[in-house]
């Protein structure tokens, strides 16, 4: 005896997901950027890493498997419709992720990530609240920055690197952080917007079809790569010009030779923007988050705080 479509229905919307299914859904490779951002905020400070690793420990599972993790899910539940075009062998496209279990793991997410997020103390805490609430903003109608080409890179630039390195900051000194931490941490934050521009061009079918204006759509691919690419070498330049004004020249020069390889890179990049976009996210983007750490590094020596 057949099952009824209405009973087909039922027995999807009740299976609860495969482990493997949920571990994809929130995706470990995104979970890098804003953990090394947030020990680049606990390198920044001079303290003894020794006497902060549980602290360091802590915030980074925080701000990598939980609130990144859960971003991702909430991403996956409001795009659903969008990745069975862009990309139907996704867990809840496919149907591996049943039912509305994508928007159960997000919410449950949340709220596990608040509550270790208390574990850090009021600045932990409140920082943790900001990531979530910037989380769901950039996914769920009728905020969903992700439609904007501009506000939903910068928001997520902001979230996964400036958010994650400032709380690495003040966890560890308990204190508001100094202007140069501030400072350096806003321009790699800006400058990773064209990191999530490039990151866009993956995307381009669906987003056309349903509305996303990204910057590959509104733009071009060619267009959007040069921004891309401008935005992430102007803001390193600003970088390795601080800290030649703080007396860091050793730094300064490190972080120029890396920016000057990236510009190599992106020659490449520009040449076929959609086809080469993955490979210079693993090239040129890990110069650019070696980087940051040179820069952490400077201002640790600097005087963190």
Same mark, same amino acid.
């Given at each position: 005896m ?5 009973d ?22 995104t ?7 947030y020990?680049?905020? #606990?390198?920044?400070? =001079?303290? /003894?890493?020794?006497?902060v690793?549980?602290? @360091?420990? &802590?915030? $980074?599972?925080? !701000? ?6 859960m ?7 409001c ?14 496209p496919?149907?591996?992720i049943p ?16 509550l270790?997020?208390?574990l ?15 989380a769901?903003?950039?996914s769920?109608?009728p905020?969903r920055?992700?439609k904007?080409g ?20 003040? #966890?560890?000194?308990? =204190?508001? /952080?100094?202007?140069?931490?501030v400072?350096? @941490?806003? &321009?790699y $934050?800006l400058? !990773?917007?064209?990191?999530?521009t490039l990151?866009?061009?993956k995307?381009?079918?669906g ?9 590959p ?22 970088v ?5 004004l ?9 972080i120029g030779?890396?920016?000057?390889a990236?510009?190599?890179a ?6 076929d ?24 590094f ?5 005087? =963190?705080?």
């Amino acid at each position: 005896m057949s099952m009824s479509s209405s009973d087909q229905t039922h027995v999807q919307a009740s299976a609860r997901p495969d482990w493997r299914a949920a571990l994809t859904l929130i995706k470990p490779v995104t979970w890098f950027p804003p953990m090394w951002a947030y020990l680049c905020g #606990v390198a920044s400070v =001079g303290v /003894p890493l020794s006497d902060v690793m549980l602290l @360091a420990l &802590l915030g $980074a599972f925080l !701000a990598g498997p939980l609130v990144c993790g859960m971003s991702q899910a909430a991403n996956d539940w409001c795009d659903r419709f969008v990745d069975a075009v862009n990309e139907p062998n996704r867990p809840i496209p496919s149907g591996r992720i049943p039912g509305r279990w994508g928007l159960y793991i997000a919410l449950g997410m949340t709220v596990l990530s608040l509550l270790v997020g208390m574990l850090l103390g009021p600045w932990g805490f409140g920082a943790t609240i900001l990531g979530v609430l910037a989380a769901w903003a950039y996914s769920v109608e009728p905020i969903r920055l992700k439609k904007s080409g501009w506000w939903g890179p910068l928001l997520v630039g902001l979230s996964y690197e400036g958010l994650p390195w400032i709380t690495g900051v003040v #966890v560890v000194a308990q =204190g508001a /952080p100094s202007l140069s931490v501030v400072a350096v @941490a806003t &321009l790699y $934050a800006l400058g !990773a917007f064209g990191i999530m521009t490039l990151n866009d061009f993956k995307a381009l079918e669906g987003d056309r079809l349903h509305g996303v204006r990204s910057l590959p759509v509104v733009l071009g691919p060619e267009r959007a790569a040069k921004l891309a690419a401008a935005v992430m070498v102007l803001a390193q330049i600003a970088v390795a010009a601080l800290l030649l004004l703080w007396d860091m020249g050793l730094y300064a020069i490190a972080i120029g030779f890396l920016t000057t390889a990236q510009i190599f890179a992106m020659r490449v990049l520009l040449r076929d923007p959609k086809g080469r976009a993955p490979w210079y996210n693993a090239v040129g983007v890990s110069m650019y988050v070696t980087g940051m750490m040179i820069a952490a590094f400077a201002l640790r020596n600097l005087g =963190g705080m």
